[in-house]
């Protein structure tokens, strides 16, 4: 079967610090691979997504970039955190082709800019 | 921009009653999904529709589509007290693959 993971679960840090957030899935390969931010009591906001190695779409100008280095892993990156990076962070795949399938989540990552 | 907007924002019931959550969407879309997401945790997919279905079933769960309308209608029959999270609908539209998540309902089900 297919797991999502993403980590770390909790994360604290300081205006202008770097941010790195991993995610891996197991059980397929050459999934879609994105990630959203939620704030507090809203909807989901995609941020990027990947079809592939290397292949990153944004879809929002930000503070944050991504990176798949290998096929089932997802990397969302800050040189300097904002303020308004805070927010929970949710990594998630579907399976390529990905029209009509189901997105599966992480957990997510709560971020707290101070 | 936002595709999916669900009503009511939040709607708090007593256990045993039915909740009715509806989105509502503004392009052609090839599918609409329902989604779960408990307090501070991931989301979990709950039934998915597609554009040329009505109506569909899954235990307590009953999903209506209306293409005319543009929306899309939750039915939690018999609800409990662990039915309490947050309901999501996402669509898939025709020009693009990528799912539009709306802002969700939140649910409280009172025990």
């Known amino acids: 079967s297919q797991t999502i993971h993403q980590w770390p679960a909790t994360l604290v840090q300081p205006v202008g610090s770097p941010l790195s957030l991993e995610c891996t899935v197991e059980g397929t390969s050459n999934p879609n691979l994105y990630w959203y931010r939620q704030a507090a009591g809203r909807g989901l906001q995609l941020l990027f997504y990947?079809?592939?190695?290397?292949?990153i779409s944004s879809e929002v100008p930000q503070n944050l970039s991504a990176s798949r280095p290998q096929d089932r892993q997802f990397i969302l990156s800050s040189k300097k955190l904002l303020l308004s990076d805070s927010g929970f962070y949710l990594c998630?795949?579907?399976?390529?082709?990905?029209?009509?399938?189901?997105?599966?989540f992480g957990e997510g990552s709560w971020l707290t800019v101070v | 921009s936002q595709q999916g907007e669900e009503d009511p924002q939040a709607l708090s019931i007593q256990e045993g009653e039915n909740a009715t959550m509806n989105c509502s969407y503004k392009t052609s879309i090839n599918n609409l999904q329902w989604y779960r997401q408990n307090s501070g945790r991931g989301l979990v997919h709950l039934i998915l529709?597609?554009?040329?279905?009505r109506e569909k079933h899954s235990g307590r769960l009953r999903v209506t589509l209306d293409t005319s309308k543009k929306s899309s209608s939750l039915l939690i029959t018999a609800s409990r007290a662990a039915d309490t999270a947050s309901y999501f609908c996402a669509t898939e539209e025709t020009s693009g693959s990528r799912l539009t998540f709306g802002e969700g309902t939140q649910l409280t089900v009172n025990p």
């Open positions: 998630a795949w579907s399976q390529y082709p990905d029209s009509g399938n189901t997105i599966y």
């Open positions: 529709i597609r554009s040329n279905e």
């Open positions: 990947s079809v592939g190695i290397g292949q």
